[in-house]
C-alpha cells in the first residue's frame, strides 16, 4: 500500500497558477505510474494527467492540456502537478493516484480503476 499526501491547493484567480504536490510513502517504486484527479462538486472524479515511471511519458485530458504540467521525482517519492492559466471550472478537489502498473496506454492510465490508493485531496478554487 501507498499513502498520498496532497499539498499546495487554495484560492487562486482566474489566470493565475498553483503547484500542487503529492508526497508518496510506504511501498514505492519508481516503475509505477502515477496520475491526477479531480472532483468538482456534483460530478464524477475525472482524470487530469498521467505520467509514467520513469517520468518520460505524460499524458493529459484535452481540457487542461497546454495548460497543466505533471512532473515527478522518484528520489523523493513525489509527484507535482503545475496549473497555469486556471479558469473557473478548473475548481475541484484534486487528487493524486498510485497504482502498480508499468503498461503505458489509455486503459492503464486514464481509468480511476487503474490506480489502486488515493490521497485524501487538495481543494483548487478559481474565483475572482
Known amino acids: 500500500q501507498v499513502q498520498l499526501v496532497e499539498s499546495g491547493g487554495g484560492l487562486v484567480q482566474p489566470g493565475g497558477s498553483l503547484r500542487l504536490s503529492c508526497a508518496a510513502s510506504?511501498?514505492?517504486?519508481?516503475?509505477?505510474?502515477r496520475g491526477w484527479f479531480r472532483q468538482a462538486p456534483g460530478k464524477e472524479r475525472e482524470f487530469v494527467a498521467a505520467i509514467s515511471g520513469s517520468g518520460a511519458r505524460t499524458y493529459y485530458a484535452d481540457s487542461v492540456k497546454g495548460r497543466f504540467t505533471i512532473s515527478r521525482d522518484n528520489a523523493k517519492n513525489t509527484i507535482n502537478l503545475q496549473m497555469s492559466s486556471l479558469k473557473p471550472e478548473d475548481t475541484a478537489v484534486y487528487y493524486c493516484a498510485a497504482g502498480q502498473r508499468t503498461r503505458w496506454s489509455a486503459f492503464d492510465i486514464v481509468p480511476a480503476a487503474a490506480y489502486d490508493d488515493w490521497g485524501q485531496g487538495t481543494q483548487v478554487t478559481v474565483s475572482s
Open positions: 510506504g511501498r514505492t517504486f519508481s516503475s509505477y505510474n
